[in-house]
């Protein structure tokens, strides 16, 4: 059997419906593609309208997609997202905290604003998501239903360079834990997933950005000695939606090859960037355009 098929049977989510923030690009489109292979609906949001438009349209053949535009740091829009979703569904099962701001700096060349903005998308971003739809859950006693939220390992290890991210990371997991033991009475799930080093142009151009990826070459901090791969993740997170794991509610799984265990903080290498060399690179990932 290959790898590659889903781990779940087929029609496993049938009949859920599912949101996903910046389910458009990386990461977010994988876990969406599998969630319709195993027939459950999909919206996809985030910023961009043309890439989450187009996004959705290559995505339509595996199944119902709706992408809906969303800044999530904007209440409003947060709210309208939903009502969209409740709209065209009826109904949401879960959500998926997927849409992520980042990029590599020494902390001390970093603005107010430039902190602010990581911790609005990620833990905000979370924040705002989680509030409407478990507010319209709670409200409506409608039960089995999951959150799931992205971090990454350096929520509990922390690591330089990466400092606003760590923070809200590590925000969202304290979010996931609380609400786990609060709203499980309501039935309500929430749990995160904590990924190592997968190759995406989002994550890779801002944190790897030139020839920082064959300087840094992430494989070698991983006792597996590879990057991981997108179904994999996928299979993960799809397990973590299913009814297949009702009893799991509170818990951070990680899938990131040992990464964390050999060399916590993943990014406190970039120590042996020379400092002069940050100004080239803070152009570089500027520069980036897209996800
Ligand atoms: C220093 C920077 C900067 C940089 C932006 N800023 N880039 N400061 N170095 N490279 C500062 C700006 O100068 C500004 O502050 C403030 O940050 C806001 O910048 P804007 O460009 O106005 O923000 P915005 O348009 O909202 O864009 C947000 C963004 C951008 C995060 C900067 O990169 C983005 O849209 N990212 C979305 C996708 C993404 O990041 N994906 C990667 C996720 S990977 P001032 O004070 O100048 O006004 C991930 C992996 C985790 O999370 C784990 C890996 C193992
Ligand atoms: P990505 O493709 O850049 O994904 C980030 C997504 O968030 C994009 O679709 C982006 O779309 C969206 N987004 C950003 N700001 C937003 C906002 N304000 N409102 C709504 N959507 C917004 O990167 P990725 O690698 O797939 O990352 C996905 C998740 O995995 C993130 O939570 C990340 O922290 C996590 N993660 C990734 C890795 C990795 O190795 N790749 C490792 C650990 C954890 P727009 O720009 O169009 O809005």
Redesign the pocket.
């Known amino acids: 059997m290959s790898a590659k098929a889903p781990m779940l049977r087929e029609g496993a989510l049938n009949g859920m419906v599912v949101v996903i923030t910046g389910g458009g690009t990386g990461l977010g489109r994988a876990m969406a593609e599998q969630c319709l292979r195993l027939g459950a609906s999909v919206c996809i949001t985030s910023r961009k309208k043309e890439s989450l438009d187009k996004a959705a349209e290559e995505m339509s053949a595996l199944g119902t997609v709706l992408p809906v535009v969303c800044d999530v740091r904007d209440w409003e829009q947060v709210e309208a997202m939903r009502e969209a979703v409740l709209s065209r569904f009826g109904k949401a099962d879960a959500l998926v905290n997927n849409a992520?701001?980042?990029?590599i700096?020494p902390t001390e060349?970093?603005?107010?604003?430039?902190f602010q903005?990581?911790i609005d998308?990620v833990l905000m971003g979370s924040v705002n998501c989680t509030l409407s739809f478990g507010k319209h859950w709670i409200a409506q006693g409608e039960r089995d239903r999951a959150i799931l939220n992205i971090v990454?390992t350096?929520a509990w290890t922390g690591s330089g360079y990466?400092v606003p991210?760590a923070c809200a990371k590590a925000g969202v997991l304290a979010l996931t834990r609380s609400l786990a033991a609060e709203w499980g009475r309501h039935g309500i799930r929430c749990n995160a997933v904590a990924?190592?080093?997968f190759p995406t142009k989002?994550?890779w151009s801002?944190?790897m950005p030139g020839e920082l990826v064959e300087k840094f070459d992430m494989r070698k901090k991983v006792p597996l000695g590879r990057l991981g791969e997108h179904h994999e993740l996928a299979d993960l997170v799809t397990f973590l939606l299913s009814p297949y794991s009702a009893y799991i509610n509170g818990e951070v799984v990680t899938i990131d090859g040992g990464e964390w265990l050999k060399g916590a903080g993943?990014f406190n290498l970039l120590e042996q960037i020379e400092p002069g060399m940050w100004d080239a690179i803070?152009q570089l990932?500027?520069g980036?355009k897209g996800?």
């Not at 992520?100 to 990029?103: E, L």
């Not at 060349?109 to 430039?114: F, I, N």
């Open positions: 992520a701001g980042n990029f700096s060349r970093l603005s107010s604003k430039a903005t990581i998308i990454t350096y990466v991210s990924p190592g080093p989002g994550a801002r944190l993943q803070e990932v500027r980036t996800s």
